[in-house]
């Protein structure tokens, strides 16, 4: 089983900034792509950023020239630094691992989340 634990949340006034991290642990082979997603009350779950194995990375246009996605695939590791952030990016952000396990198989797992809140 496959354990992925976010931290860095918390109250961040306009502006600011503010960096999560991810971290995988338990019994896998490779991990594919690291995401991280976002839901903000009312809306549903979207995909803020993506990091490949290769290092290449998708960002939403929401949040292109703001954050930042990086990490170590091999170690199960990703971040997001949050720059100049605004009170529309407030949610609660999860941290989503595609990751291959012996037999061939591919299974995403996500972390429980972790509450941004940016106050005006």
């Known amino acids: 089983q496959v354990q992925l634990v976010e931290s860095g949340g918390g109250l961040v006034q306009a502006g600011g900034s503010l960096t999560l991290s991810c971290a995988a642990s338990?019994?896998?082979?490779?991990?594919?792509?690291m995401a991280w997603y976002r839901q903000v009350t009312g809306s549903q779950r979207e995909l803020v950023a993506r990091?490949?194995?290769?290092?290449?990375?998708d960002l939403a246009a929401s949040v292109k020239g703001r954050f930042t996605v990086s990490g170590d695939n091999a170690l199960g590791t990703v971040y997001l630094q949050m720059n100049s952030l605004k009170p529309e990016d407030t949610g609660v952000y999860y941290c989503?691992?595609?990751?291959?396990?012996?037999?061939?198989?591919?299974?995403?797992?996500w972390g429980q989340g972790t509450q941004v809140t940016v106050s005006s």
């Open positions: 990091f490949y194995s290769d290092g290449s990375t």
């Open positions: 989503s691992a595609n990751v291959e396990i012996p037999g061939g198989y591919a299974y995403n797992y």
């Open positions: 338990g019994s896998f082979l490779k991990v594919n792509i």
